[in-house]
């Protein structure tokens, strides 16, 4: 994880698919093809810092742009 930030926000599996828009199996395999940042895990739950969904996105852009 790049950008740690002690006052990041965590987003769960459901904010993270508003966010990015794509289906939860999809997103499971894109982590699994390491495609996708890996969520934290705090006790059973899977959370996502926004600022890592944030990077993605970005990434996604320029990507599309070059």
């Known amino acids: 994880m790049k950008n740690e930030n002690i006052d990041d926000q ?4 459901k904010e993270v698919l508003y966010k990015i828009r794509i289906s939860k199996s999809l997103l499971y ?3 699994k093809n390491d495609e996708f940042p890996k969520p934290v895990k705090i ?3 899977s959370l996502w810092p926004l600022s ?4 993605y996105i970005a990434e996604l852009k320029r990507t ?3």
């Open 10 to 13: 965590l987003l769960d599996l």
């Open 29 to 31: 395999k894109m982590i």
């Open 43 to 45: 006790g059973i739950r």
């Open 52 to 55: 890592c969904i944030q990077e």
């Open 64 to 66: 599309k742009v070059a």
